[in-house]
């Protein structure tokens, strides 16, 4: 018998030297990243990477206008400039990430960090019994990801690369769930607008006196799609993870591109979540000088909700889902996307709507019969171009095309 034949597997008699390890050794082994960039030359290159990081001198701006309540005009400049920087640090923190945790954990976490501050907007106007603000923000957010962002991304991709690939079994099941959400509004919207009993008590805004069926049809769909969104979830990351992953397609020379480790995983971890935190508070300074601003330029109010709050509240996971396609990683944008989308409609909307029943304000999913038709017309049109699993800069177009002329009905609604 060889040495090599006789000689253990594993060191230490077979045993894994790992589960010797006490979890305080874990966990400061992992904070070390062996054979990863150190701490110091992770946030070197995260902070003086790119001449772009010029900007960031206007994040103390935005505060310092904000706290010391200058002209509104000045904190929505201040802060929209902050946000722009920000954003491309989100976005390189969750390039780096994806080394290490693949494509679908790594757009998942950018959704999910994306949506915090839609939660917190949400969430604040809930307390303070701004639910058409609650709906339009929210239709607004799921509109911009599907529309805008999905068609800047196919068409900045699509300059830079002749086609884009996907793996479209695991995107057309993404926006079946999407479709399944549009059609939970689709509901209370008849139920409201066609029976007797939806009917009762009707006034011109139904979010201000909704009935005891709207209110009960809202929270127990609330609750079935909360449950929905976990299975969803356990399907992208334990039982069916390959529906996500970017199949091998020899006929496409084009391979997306290698990001290559230039920081830790830790230290991209604590970078992606400090940098969320400072967009949240400029988002929040934008937000809070947007209405003042749009009084003394004449702009409606449901423009701002749908157009203008979730721009400035998204730019974070816009600007990273184009950069993915311009590096020709489009299973990442087409996660941050969608999946940003599904979690607005599938988590976001029935947490708030449960939150409002907590609280006592009367959050329903009974949108006006204009936005759902919107609605359910974009996620009609993003069905037809993802299913084939490719995509091009001539898709991009089409679906920006439809988000400006939903824009400007908006405008004169």
């Not at 018998?1 to 077979?14: A, K, V, W």
């Not at 946030?43 to 790119?50: D, E, H, I, K, Q």
């Not at 001449?51 to 509104?72: E, R």
């Not at 976490?109 to 929210?138: D, K, P």
Request: charged fraction near 10%.
């Amino acid at each position: 018998m060889t040495t090599s034949e006789s000689s253990p597997l594993l060191e230490n008699g077979g045993s894994s030297g790992h589960r010797d390890l006490s979890l305080t050794r874990r966990v400061v082994n992992f904070m070390k990243g062996e054979d990863e960039p150190s701490w110091a030359e992770s946030f070197n290159f995260f902070f003086l990477g790119t001449w772009f990081n010029v900007l960031l001198v206007f994040i103390p701006l935005s505060f310092i206008s904000h706290n010391l309540d200058w002209d509104a005009g000045l904190i929505f400049l201040f802060s929209f400039m902050a946000i722009v920087p920000l954003a491309k640090l989100l976005g390189e923190a969750t390039d780096q990430l994806s080394v290490k945790l693949g494509e679908t954990m790594s757009g998942l976490l950018n959704a999910s960090f994306g949506n915090a501050v839609e939660i917190i907007v949400g969430v604040a106007a809930l307390l303070n019994g701004q639910l058409r603000i609650v709906q339009t923000s929210m239709l607004g957010s799921i509109l911009s990801n599907i529309l805008l962002v999905l068609g800047c991304s196919f068409l900045a991709g699509g300059l830079y690369h002749e086609e884009g690939i996907f793996n479209g079994t695991g995107a057309q099941a993404s926006a079946s769930l999407m479709t399944l959400s549009c059609i939970t509004l689709v509901i209370p919207a008849a139920y409201a607008s066609t029976t007797e009993a939806g009917m009762q008590n009707y006034c011109d805004d139904a979010s201000e006196c909704p009935t005891a069926g709207l209110l009960l049809i809202s929270r127990g769909t609330a609750m079935l799609l909360l449950g929905v969104y976990c299975a969803y979830i356990c399907v992208q990351l334990k039982t069916h993870p390959k529906l996500f992953i970017t199949p091998t397609d020899e006929s496409n020379n084009e391979g997306p591109e290698e990001t290559v480790p230039r920081m830790g995983t830790a230290a991209a971890g604590v970078a992606l979540l400090s940098v969320t935190v400072v967009i949240a508070f400029c988002a929040e300074y934008l937000v809070s000088s947007i209405e003042e601003t749009a009084v003394r330029y004449s702009i409606p109010k449901v423009f701002i909700g749908v157009v203008l709050l979730p721009i400035v509240g998204n730019a974070a996971e816009h600007v990273t889902s184009v950069w993915m396609a311009m590096k020709n990683k489009y299973e990442l944008t087409i996660t941050i996307c969608i999946g940003s989308s599904i979690q607005i409609a599938c988590f976001v909307v029935p947490l708030l709507v449960i939150v409002g029943w907590i609280v006592g304000q009367p959050l329903t999913l009974h949108f006006h019969n204009f936005e759902t038709i919107v609605l359910f017309v974009s996620v009609f049109l993003v069905n037809l171009l993802i299913m084939d699993g490719r995509s091009n800069y001539m898709e991009g177009l089409m679906l920006l095309t439809l988000y400006l002329v939903i824009a400007i009905a908006f405008w004169v609604t």
